[in-house]
T-cell receptor, first 111, second 115 residues
Framework: GQQLNQSPQSMFIQEGEDVSMNCTSS?????WLWYKQEPGEGPVLLIALYKAGELTSNGRLTAQFGITRKDSFLNISASIPSDVGIYFC???????????FGTGTRLKVLA | NAGVTQTPKFQVLKTGQSMTLQCAQDMNHEYMSWYRQDPGMGLRLIHY???????DQGEVPNGYNVSRSTTEDFPLRLLSAAPSQTSVYFC??????????????FGPGTRLTVL
């Protein structure tokens, strides 16, 4: 099935560093979502983006809806140990109810 | 609101057995969906529903059935379990209007092992 290309697959960073990850698609999307999943839990929504070029923040997290509508970026500033988890992007194309998910970025923060 | 609830949390089946995974939401969301999550594969859509009485297939529907008799409930049935169906199953729901769904909210998941 169709999936988004999400990179990097995993990251090991020091506490206090900034983190960047992105998702790219061959299709145009109308909505981009970013989720975080912790072990044994379901994904939890972090940020939703509805418009090309939109830049939205949620605390230390900032996400952008790419101008081409085929990509999105998530940045985490000044990482802390509780940022550990798997981050997923999801995109929704025009005229469809369905969301397509990326394969995830596994983040580990070293104290 | 309890949000999206799923039962059971864990399940072990033998090959060929059938079972139903339960999903319920109390947010009056029209759109509900089932995903499976396998290592390194992200979330893949199995089936979805845009309202009571309406269901459709996602990316990986084979071996699964769904029905939507009420707005609140969206059970997923495994007809004859196979080892390839060992996975973590997530149910999600969202508000939808005019063909567009809002952000999805996920349940805690059901961890299924098929021996």
């Amino acid at each position: 099935g169709q999936q988004l290309n999400q990179s990097p697959q995993s990251m090991f960073i020091q506490e206090g560093e900034d983190v960047s990850m992105n998702c790219t698609s061959s299709s145009i999307f109308n909505t981009w979502l970013w989720y975080k999943q912790e072990p044994g839990e379901g994904p939890v929504l972090l940020i939703a983006l509805y418009k090309a070029g939109e830049l939205t923040s949620n605390g230390r997290l900032t996400a952008q809806f790419g101008i081409t509508r085929k990509d999105s970026f998530l940045n985490i500033s000044a990482s802390i140990p509780s940022d550990v988890g798997i981050y997923f992007c999801a995109g929704q194309a025009s005229g469809t109810y369905k969301y397509i998910f990326g394969t995830g970025t596994r983040l580990k923060v070293l104290a | 609101n309890a949000g999206v609830t799923q039962t059971p949390k864990f399940q072990v089946l033998k090959t060929g057995q059938s079972m139903t995974l339960q999903c319920a939401q109390d947010m009056n969301h029209e759109y509900m969906s089932w995903y499976r999550q396998d290592p390194g594969m992200g979330l893949r859509l199995i089936h979805y529903s845009v309202g009571a009485g309406i269901t459709d297939q996602g990316e990986v529907p084979n071996g699964y059935n769904v029905s939507r008799s009420t707005t609140e409930d969206f059970p997923l049935r495994l007809l004859s379990a196979a080892p390839s169906q060992t996975s973590v199953y997530f149910c999600a729901s969202s508000y939808s209007s005019s063909g567009v769904t809002d952000t999805q909210y996920f349940g805690p998941g059901t961890r299924l092992t098929v021996l």
